[in-house]
């Protein structure tokens, strides 16, 4: 999608950031794929074979270069956990493929980056409780689904109550927002129950999806939310973390807003947020 090739480009034609401030991932491999996904899924993906129903689930014809370009992204969010560990946070410019289940896709969403990147995590033993803070106006169903019975991973999801998946899944926290829910009422919830959360899981990890999906100028999001009031939600999120010293790594979400201009600019305000509470 080319808003994910234009958030790095205004970071650095606005100086925000420089071409040292970037890593490039490496490439996911199939065993660590295996720890998310199931043999069966990872075998119709990388022949091609998922059925027209299947592809239909995930909204476009399946590509060996998308599938490609979806294992960079998700140990993109690895490695974004690895370098938070060291400095508090670091963003990755895609990702947040959270409709994606253990064994199908859905919404856009072949691998789930999130939860690559937590079973990683505990895999390797880097974490061993982590957070999910799904802001993304659409509920994170894979994610909550893959984790359902993994006590060490806590799934949080605030989203539209009406929005899609018809059929939501059962985070750990599941926060429903009413159709054209404003700033004020977003932001309530959110206070109301982070700080919570983070002070009783105590989290060595969080995954925050910061989809732009939740702006009243969105096409899909059926929210009411102002650039500023996306602002203040990653403010917020970033400010919860680095006070109690908890490593955020950011994927971006969704963001369908009929400007580009507003996705680009929503999404580099979370770049921006970032850089002025962390440096
Ligand atoms: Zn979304």
């Given at each position: 999608?080319i808003?994910?090739?234009l958030?790095?480009?205004q ?18 491999s199939?065993e660590?794929i295996?720890?998310?996904h199931?043999a069966?899924?990872?075998?119709k ?14 909204g476009f ?7 490609e ?10 490695q ?5 560990m ?20 859905e919404?856009?969403?072949?691998l789930?980056?999130f939860?690559?990147?937590?079973n ?11 957070l999910?803070?799904d802001?993304d106006?659409?509920?994170g169903?894979?994610?909550?689904k ?14 539209g109550a ?7 899944e059962?985070?750990?926290?599941d ?20 700080p ?9 990890a ?12 969105d ?14 939600r990653d403010?917020?999120v970033f400010?919860q973390c680095r006070?109690r ?6 994927s971006m979400?969704?963001?369908?807003s ?8 929503a999404?580099?305000n ?10």
């Open positions: 999608m808003k994910y090739e958030i790095p480009e970071l650095l034609y606005e100086g925000s950031l420089t071409e040292d401030n970037f890593f490039h991932p490496a490439r996911l199939d660590e295996l720890l998310t199931s069966e899924y990872l075998q993906l990388m022949s091609l074979s998922l059925s027209r129903k299947e592809e239909r689930n995930i014809p399946v590509r060996a270069d998308l599938i370009r979806g294992r960079y992204i998700s140990m993109g969010t690895y974004c956990m690895k370098f938070a060291e400095h508090g946070v670091a963003l990755n410019v895609a990702g947040g493929t959270h409709h994606s289940f253990r064994s199908h896709g919404g856009f969403c072949i789930n980056d939860a690559i990147a937590a990683l995590l505990l895999q390797r033993k880097e974490a061993s409780k982590i999910m803070v802001l106006v659409h509920q169903n894979g994610t909550a893959i984790f359902e019975h993994e006590s060490r991973v806590f799934t949080m999801s605030m989203h009406r929005n899609y998946p018809t059929r939501k059962q985070s750990d926290l926060l429903p927002l009413p159709d054209g829910c404003e700033d004020d009422l977003f932001l309530d919830t959110l206070k109301q129950h982070l919570q959360v983070l002070d009783s899981i105590n989290p060595d969080v995954f925050y999806l910061a989809g732009v999906d939740v702006l009243a100028t096409k899909l999001g059926r929210l009411g939310l102002t650039k500023t009031g996306c602002q203040q403010q917020y400010v006070d010293n908890i490593p955020v790594a950011v979400g969704g963001g369908y009929h400007d580009i201009k507003d996705i680009v600019d999404h580099a979370t770049f921006r947020v970032a850089l002025d509470l962390y440096t």
